[in-house]
């Protein structure tokens, strides 16, 4: 009988200890936790704004950067200078992916616009950060994200659409079949509206793109961090590198360039410094681009967006053919 009691005082003493054991692991386990490098005083990573050239993100050439503040005077971001040779990459990368765009079917075009609107709403809460960062209010950021959505969702739309209404059949009084249709202009070089970053830019790239055309886009010099953050939502949703190209930098250093370089075929103002599209104009003249311009626009109205925005950049062929007796 001694020895039953003294393995059972054996065996309740282990249990006991086992318990203690048991009780203590969590409140280890949480010390250890508490006290991980991981969890705790990491840096963060902070993100580089650069350039969008042929569906890479290099840094500009030139080396240069100004700094982007946000309404308070914060220090936000060094924001790329982009050079002259920056646009000149912009405009061959342009050219390179302008007759693979072109020659796709309008709703091919159509269906990368709207996974455009797709993953910029996966993406709403960034976007309406970076807004805020830049001076507008919780609200107006909101409505803009919003807006911006339903504008690429609306150009999705009429991509496939614009050939059917705007072309036509000609009566002529002779024996041929005479045919007008829409064709795209080319390599569209935009100067971005400067106070609306995020809708702005969407509102001029969405039509061009739509109609077939690529394009090279210098973003708000002032709001600049929206450009470069679409321009890795559109890296992510199949448009081909080349069909959009985003710069950051100087207005007054790059409009000279976008008016004047021989390979574009049309160039479009935001402004309303008569002065300076007048100038836009007269290098434009050099190689007769076809000059767009959007005086006072306020990219928030419905007005902003419309089919005949796409009828800007294209170009009509008319074809003549033969009527046999």
Request: charged share 20%; proline share 3%; hydrophobic share 40%.
């Amino acid at each position: 009988m001694k020895n039953a009691s003294t393995r059972g005082s054996s065996s309740t003493a282990r249990s006991q200890t086992a318990k203690k054991k048991k009780a203590t692991a969590p409140k280890a386990a949480v010390a250890k936790t508490a006290t991980s490098p991981a969890s705790s005083d990491r840096i963060r990573v902070q993100k580089t704004y650069k350039i969008y050239i042929g569906g890479k993100f290099p840094r500009t050439e030139s080396g240069r950067y100004y700094k982007a503040w946000d309404a308070d005077g914060t220090f936000l971001a060094d924001i790329c200078l982009s050079s002259r040779k920056d646009f000149r990459n912009s405009v061959k990368a342009a050219r390179g992916a302008f007759c693979d765009w072109s020659g796709r079917a309008a709703f091919n075009r159509a269906q990368i616009l709207y996974r455009v609107s797709e993953m910029l709403e996966g993406r709403r809460a960034q976007f309406i950060d970076e807004l805020k960062q830049q001076g507008s209010t919780a609200a107006q950021a909101r409505a803009e994200v919003n807006l911006a959505i339903e504008r690429l969702v609306h150009y999705a739309g009429w991509a496939d659409k614009v050939q059917q209404i705007f072309s036509s059949v000609n009566p002529v009084a002779s024996s041929h079949f005479n045919f007008s249709m829409l064709e795209a202009t080319g390599v569209v070089a935009i100067l971005a509206p400067e106070e609306h970053s995020l809708i702005g830019l969407v509102s001029v790239m969405a039509p061009v793109i739509a109609g077939g055309n690529t394009c090279v886009i210098l973003a708000s010099e002032s709001k600049p961090l929206c450009a470069i953050t679409l321009a890795e939502v559109l890296h992510a949703s199949d448009v081909p590198g080349g069909v959009v190209n985003i710069l950051t930098g100087s207005r007054d250093e790059l409009t000279g360039h976008f008016a004047s370089h021989m390979d574009v075929n049309a160039v479009m103002y935001t402004g309303d410094d008569t002065a300076v599209l007048r100038d836009v104009q007269i290098q434009a003249a050099e190689n007769v681009k076809h000059v767009i311009h959007h005086a006072n626009q306020n990219w928030m109205n419905a007005e902003a967006q419309s089919p005949y925005f796409i009828l800007d950049a294209q170009e009509t062929k008319t074809t003549w053919h033969p009527i046999g007796n």
